[in-house]
């Protein structure tokens, strides 16, 4: 399999999960102000939608969107317990992903999109805030160590990834108690940390 990826973006969560499951993988990196490749492919070539990620499963086999590449990579070894294999585990993976994608992921993608006023960044930094204050209720809520259970998966993987973009927005995470929780704890894991270097995120 081949990730197509840029730094620190949401790509890294298929990253990180490529690494929990221990398969062979390449990397290749795309610039999304080109979209080039590190190769010098042109990257609407191999996705037409032209953002990371992509994963290449063979050859000319692509897969895209977050919501679909991280529950296939997740599946590939159901003894590591990274998602539920059916019913309403599996359920309420898909259900964290589609909100992380469709809400949270555009809230902080508003701060990426260009200059904004202030009156917009206000505005946007509230957006976020909103939907932080959901998801922090939401584990309070919960008796699980993780988003959906007491496994790491790939829901976990994206919120890390989504909320380290708090650092380049200068937004500030500590009244988010239970989500800084879940997040020290996604840190440590030795698959977040050799994706953070190969990405050049941390030394």
């Given at each position: ?11 890294l ?27 010098g ?5 191999i996705?037409?939608?032209?953002y ?6 063979n050859?000319?086999?692509i897969l895209t969107e977050n919501?679909?590449?991280?529950p296939f ?6 003894k590591?317990d ?5 019913g309403m ?16 992921h555009?809230a ?7 200059k904004l ?40 993987a994206?919120?890390f ?16 108690k ?7 704890k996604?840190?440590e ?5 050799i994706?953070?270097r190969?990405e050049?995120?941390i030394?």
């Amino acid at each position: 399999m081949k990730l197509y990826y840029s730094p620190g973006a949401c790509s890294l969560a298929a990253h990180i999960i490529l690494n929990e499951i221990n398969v062979d993988f390449d990397l290749e990196r795309v610039d999304l102000k080109t979209h080039k490749t590190e190769k010098g492919t042109d990257y609407y070539e191999i996705n037409p939608k032209g953002y990371v990620p992509a994963l290449e499963i063979n050859p000319g086999l692509i897969l895209t969107e977050n919501v679909a590449i991280l529950p296939f990579l997740a599946q590939h070894d159901p003894k590591q317990d990274l998602i539920p294999p059916s019913g309403m585990g599996r359920a309420k993976v898909l259900e964290w992903l589609g909100y992380l994608n469709s809400e949270l992921h555009d809230a902080y993608a508003v701060f990426f999109g260009g200059k904004l006023s202030d009156d917009e960044k206000k505005k946007a930094y509230a957006e976020v805030d909103r939907l932080l204050s959901y998801i922090d209720k939401a584990i309070a809520e919960s008796d699980n160590d993780y988003l959906v259970d007491d496994n790491f998966g790939p829901a976990d993987a994206y919120l890390f990834v989504l909320t380290n973009w708090s650092n380049h927005i200068e937004h500030d995470l500590s009244p988010y108690k239970n989500i800084i929780h879940i997040r020290n704890k996604v840190a440590e894991r030795q698959s977040v940390q050799i994706a953070m270097r190969d990405e050049g995120l941390i030394p």
